[in-house]
């Protein structure tokens, strides 16, 4: 069977910047991926769409939406939306039981998220709060529960925008130098901030340079950077 990862996102661009190499590596591969923005950002982070005369909130949904589907056609996964509204994000009970729910359908392996910190935008700790207890939901805590479970899966954070800020540690890095283009394809789908290009290029760049520090393997030019919340178990070191 397939490997199966789950990106959850605050907004529907998120996962483009910080993990779509990732995410074009394991579909690449093989696995299968699906993409679960919380919102669209449709309020805080669309900007440009609303230079618009006569610009709608439905409107820029619809536009964010068709943006993120295309992105994440680009890098061989499905596209959802839970449309909770942004700025503030607020899931209740109800949509983390929906994302749990989610999450027992599809069974991820791994399942990628925002660090829960984050001092310039209230949403993305309010998106790693609901991932994290809807996952614990779906393990049942790794025991025989009296409802539907999924086995649990590897947890980590993304890379934020400014990770000194966020408590970001860096504990993997990803390869993604085969599938870069893969990524500036997905990056070119989301119009409504395409500011964020240079700079997530740049960092794509960098964050190269680091595993190739770690690793000695020149091959590497580009690559993501994500963190590890929860121990790896190996047979063998």
């Known amino acids: 069977m397939s490997r199966r990862m789950m990106v959850v996102g605050a907004h529907s661009a998120d996962f483009v910047w910080r993990a779509a190499g990732a995410?074009?590596?394991?579909?690449?591969?093989?696995?299968?991926?699906?993409?679960?923005?919380?919102s669209y950002g449709e309020r805080g982070e669309s900007g440009k769409l609303w230079e618009q005369p006569g610009q709608t909130e439905e409107n820029v949904k619809r536009i964010r939406h068709a943006e993120a589907e295309k992105a994440a056609s680009a890098v061989g996964a499905q596209f959802e939306a839970l449309d909770l509204g942004d700025?503030?994000?607020?899931?209740?009970?109800?949509?983390?039981?929906?994302?749990?729910e989610m999450m027992r359908d599809f069974a991820p392996n791994v399942v990628l998220t925002h660090p829960k910190e984050d001092p310039f935008n209230p949403d993305h700790p309010a998106a790693h709060a609901a991932v994290a207890q809807a996952r614990l939901l779906t393990s049942g805590a790794g025991v025989a529960s009296g409802f539907r479970t999924a086995p649990p899966s590897e947890f980590l954070t993304f890379e934020p925008h400014q990770p000194e800020?966020?408590?970001?540690?860096?504990?993997?890095?990803?390869?993604?130098?085969?599938?870069?283009?893969?990524?500036v394809e997905a990056m070119s789908a989301m119009e409504a901030q395409e500011y964020l290009r240079e700079y997530y290029g740049q960092r794509a760049d960098q964050r190269g340079n680091h595993a190739r520090k770690v690793t000695g393997d020149?091959?590497?030019?580009?690559?993501?950077?994500?963190?590890?919340?929860?121990?790896?178990?190996?047979t063998s070191l």
Request: proline share 9%.
């Open 23 to 38: 995410v074009a590596c394991h579909t690449a591969a093989g696995g299968e991926a699906i993409v679960v923005a919380l």
């Open 87 to 100: 700025y503030p994000l607020r899931p209740g009970p109800e949509s983390v039981d929906r994302l749990a």
């Open 165 to 183: 800020l966020c408590g970001f540690t860096p504990t993997v890095y990803v390869d993604i130098t085969p599938v870069y283009e893969r990524k």
């Open 218 to 234: 020149s091959g590497i030019r580009r690559a993501e950077a994500f963190e590890r919340l929860l121990p790896n178990v190996v």
